[in-house]
């Protein structure tokens, strides 16, 4: 099968991970701006971080036959720090019109606090002002719930922005229903052990449709499998769902979605 | 068994996943198991995240139906205002507030 993955860090992944992606036909993958696992010590590092995913992971993903997009923005994680902020949001317009640059992304909350709502607001600003797609991050365990209402209270605010061009990402059984039902896209992330499973986006399937659905790996720098998406599809598949159906949520949503920008072509 | 080839019925369900969810029941009991154990039993278990941890079992075995979701809304931080500051916090996977 051919498979989009929506959402994974490939900066953190080797070689190795680009080739079982592609022999197993991963052929396209989107990986937006986050922590890094530590706090950056200043804009600059940012601007290096921007550079590695406009120029350098494109071309370490192309050596594999895997079209690389990318998503910018300040995470929350390092929205407390409101100078910090100012000049990182400074530079992005130096960035998000290089070639697989999709939009904004991932932004969103990870305490809920007053800070990190400040500097969403702002960058949501951006996005509606270019007229960008955003990817949004929600927080995560029990922050979850609360700031994924607030953020989706955020984004109604700002009347220049459609949901339908908006996917609320790492949603789970709590906040899918409340997503979909205000017209956002919602993306479920598959972690090995502490999060998602994919038994358990699957049954998010059978409850809610695969209508904006969206499953990624969020592989990144911690325990993670770039590999899941494949895995997940294979518990869709086991449980009777035809190839047209499994084809649907892992390959033509991702590309519906991100497709509604113009830069984006799928492999 | 009849997927790949049919609809699965429930009792195909429990076919494929009793095993594991076994396992996962037997994962549980040992580890509450193992904080009895340990020293300072009585402090672990009167920390947030173990009453925590005893309420969503009982919500999981009394809950009719929407188990998944139920558990989730019991872990979650339930109030809608805005923090002052995010600086040295996270997340514990069980809403801190809750504890008495
Ligand atoms: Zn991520």
């Given at each position: 099968?051919?498979?989009?993955?929506?959402?994974?860090?490939?900066?953190?992944?080797?070689?190795?991970?680009?080739?079982?992606?592609?022999?197993?036909?991963?052929h396209?993958?989107?990986?937006?701006?986050?922590?890094?696992?530590?706090?950056?010590?200043?804009a600059?590092?940012?601007r290096?971080?921007?550079?590695?995913?406009?120029?350098?992971?494109?071309?370490?993903?192309?050596?594999?036959?895997?079209?690389?997009?990318?998503?910018?923005?300040l995470?929350?994680?390092?929205?407390?720090?409101?100078?910090?902020?100012?000049?990182?949001?400074?530079?992005?317009?130096?960035?998000?019109?290089?070639?697989?640059?999709?939009?904004?992304?991932?932004?969103?909350?990870?305490?809920?606090?007053?800070?990190?709502?400040?500097?969403?607001?702002?960058?949501?600003?951006?996005?509606?002002?270019?007229?960008?797609?955003?990817l949004?991050?929600?927080?995560?365990?029990?922050?979850?719930?609360?700031?994924?209402?607030?953020?989706?209270?955020?984004?109604?605010?700002?009347?220049r922005?459609?949901?339908?061009?908006?996917?609320?990402?790492?949603?789970?059984?709590?906040?899918?229903?409340?997503?979909?039902?205000?017209?956002?896209?919602?993306?479920?992330?598959?972690?090995?052990?502490?999060?998602?499973?994919?038994?358990?986006?699957?049954?998010?399937?059978?409850?809610?449709?695969?209508?904006?659905?969206?499953?990624?790996?969020?592989?990144?720098?911690?325990?993670?499998?770039?590999?899941?998406?494949?895995?997940?599809?294979?518990?869709?598949?086991?449980?009777?769902?035809?190839?047209?159906?499994?084809?649907?949520?892992?390959?033509?949503?991702?590309k519906?979605?991100?497709?509604?920008?113009?830069?984006?072509?799928?492999? | 068994?009849?997927?790949?080839?049919?609809?699965?019925?429930?009792?195909?369900?429990?076919?494929?996943?009793?095993?594991?969810?076994?396992?996962?029941?037997?994962?549980?009991?040992?580890?509450?198991?193992?904080?009895?154990?340990?020293?300072?039993?009585?402090?672990?278990?009167?920390?947030?995240?173990?009453?925590?941890?005893?309420?969503?079992?009982?919500?999981?075995?009394?809950?009719?139906?929407?188990?998944?979701?139920?558990?989730?809304?019991a872990?979650?931080?339930?109030?809608?205002?805005?923090?002052?500051?995010?600086?040295?916090?996270?997340?514990?996977g069980?809403?801190?507030?809750?504890?008495?």
């Amino acid at each position: 099968m051919k498979a989009i993955d929506p959402h994974i860090h490939m900066i953190s992944r080797t070689t190795d991970d680009y080739m079982r992606m592609t022999i197993s036909g991963i052929h396209t993958v989107a990986e937006p701006a986050f922590w890094a696992g530590f706090d950056r010590a200043s804009a600059d590092c940012f601007r290096d971080y921007f550079h590695q995913l406009t120029v350098v992971e494109p071309a370490r993903a192309a050596r594999f036959g895997i079209k690389h997009y990318c998503w910018l923005g300040l995470n929350s994680k390092e929205s407390e720090n409101l100078t910090l902020a100012d000049e990182v949001l400074a530079i992005i317009p130096e960035f998000i019109d290089r070639p697989n640059v999709l939009g904004f992304g991932e932004i969103g909350l990870n305490k809920n606090s007053k800070n990190e709502m400040a500097v969403l607001e702002r960058q949501l600003a951006m996005a509606a002002a270019r007229n960008d797609l955003v990817l949004v991050h929600t927080p995560h365990l029990e922050d979850k719930l609360k700031g994924t209402r607030m953020i989706m209270d955020m984004i109604r605010n700002e009347p220049r922005l459609d949901p339908s061009r908006v996917l609320i990402d790492h949603a789970e059984e709590h906040t899918i229903a409340e997503i979909k039902d205000r017209g956002f896209w919602f993306g479920m992330t598959l972690y090995p052990n502490s999060k998602g499973s994919p038994e358990r986006a699957i049954d998010a399937v059978e409850i809610y449709g695969s209508e904006r659905l969206c499953i990624n790996s969020s592989g990144d720098w911690s325990v993670s499998d770039p590999l899941s998406i494949l895995k997940c599809a294979n518990e869709m598949r086991r449980r009777g769902h035809g190839e047209a159906a499994v084809n649907q949520v892992f390959y033509e949503n991702p590309k519906s979605f991100m497709g509604q920008c113009p830069k984006f072509v799928a492999n | 068994m009849s997927a790949p080839y049919g609809p699965m019925r429930a009792i195909d369900i429990l076919d494929l996943y009793f095993i594991e969810n076994r396992s996962r029941i037997m994962d549980i009991a040992s580890f509450l198991d193992r904080i009895d154990r340990y020293e300072g039993a009585d402090e672990a278990k009167a920390d947030f995240r173990y009453q925590a941890f005893l309420q969503i079992l009982d919500i999981t075995r009394d809950t009719p139906r929407d188990r998944a979701k139920a558990v989730q809304v019991a872990l979650s931080d339930p109030t809608t205002e805005p923090l002052d500051s995010a600086l040295g916090m996270k997340a514990y996977g069980a809403w801190k507030g809750a504890a008495k």
